[in-house]
């Protein structure tokens, strides 16, 4: 078989709603491979790889009547197989002017997803890669640069939210899995892409890392228990494994609603620390964003179904804070490709209009010692320093 706005209800204040619960919930509480590694399974099922040699286009490719247009960008889109990054996979797609790759955990998730999505074959291709395992961002990595294709955007989408884990799940590496794989994965993912992302001559090269507005503690909805904290990283400190350091950043005991918060605001905390350590070297825009409330999407997958049920209508109707996958995708796709939006260091919403702006962090996801910090600790945890 060959395989080939979001917040009107922004406040820039703190409300304790500590004790309130909601819907019975504690509050508290892959391949189609037209690049290098060519990789087909054989009859037993097993991967062969072959070498096929490919040249990095120009960003500029002269046509017949000697005018010159732009070539299609290449853009990598982590967890495109649901939710905001598949809906950003389709909205690139509809342009004509991207190749995806969707670097996705589950192969056949992937391609099932870009069929019924309607992406036509031309317009991606499907890499395996799991965020929870350093050795398999290191082969995606490998496979990517093996491929020849440029690199002209990373966008650092995939997550997983474990709300009501009663104890921790961990890495293959052995970190505390929310974290592990929202933080830590597509840190090293983007520090071993930077050279990629440096040599494209794309126009506008970019690493977009999705953030979110429940990891901002300026807001209404970051002042919903438990609140992001990274305290003074302990425990990221200590490895994250559970064993002799806490599973938490913050030193404190598991909570996977607090850990999925955290790793939110590590990433918005290193997309402004490459900002500072590597635009103006580099001329890449680095970029962050709260998308709005897709409550919809496979996220919530591990919530209780009462919550679920109820969350899609309550962000509808009450907060008002509730975008479709479609939207959040369109709104994904403009920080990819829009030419207005190359502004570096920026944290992007949308109002209730559509229109993006460029919103405030809160302080801890602003803090420049901590984005340093994170920084040096998470270089050691994956192994760069
Ligand atoms: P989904 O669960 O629909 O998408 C998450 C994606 O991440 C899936 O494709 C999933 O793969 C993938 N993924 C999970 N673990 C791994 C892993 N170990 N390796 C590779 N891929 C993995 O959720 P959303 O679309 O809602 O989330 C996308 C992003 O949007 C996240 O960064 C989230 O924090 C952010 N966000 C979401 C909001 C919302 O309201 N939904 C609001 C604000 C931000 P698989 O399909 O195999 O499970
Ligand atoms: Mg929240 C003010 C508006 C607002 C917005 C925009 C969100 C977004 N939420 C808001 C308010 C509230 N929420 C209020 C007032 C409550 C208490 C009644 C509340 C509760 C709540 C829960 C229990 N909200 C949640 C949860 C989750 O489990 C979700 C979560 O925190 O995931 C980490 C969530 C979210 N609310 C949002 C958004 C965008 C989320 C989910 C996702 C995310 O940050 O990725």
Redesign the pocket.
Known sequence: MALQATSSFAVHREVSLKDSSLFGVPLSTHLKVDFTSRKEFNQRGALKTQAVATTTPAANIASTDGKKTLRKGTVII????????LATAKALAETGKWHIIMA???FL?AERAAKSSGISKENYTVMH????SFDSVRQFVGNFKQSGRPLDVLVC????YLPTAKEPTFTADGFELSVG??HL?HFLLARLLLDDLKQSDYPSKRLII?G??TGNTNTLAGNVPPKANLGDMRGLAGGLNGLNSSSMIDGGDFDGAKAYKDS?VCNMLMMQEFHRRFHEETGITFASL??G???T???F?EHIPLFRLLFPPFQKYITKGYVSEDESGKRLAQVVSDPSLTKSGVYWSWNNNSASFENQLSEEASDVAKARKVWEISEKLVRLA
């Open positions: 982590t967890g495109a197989s649901s939710g905001l990054g996705c955990r589950d998730k890669l799991d965020l929870s989408n995939a997550a997983v794989t929202n994965g999705v979110s507005i939110k709260y998308p409330c897709i409550a999407t496979g996220l997958r």
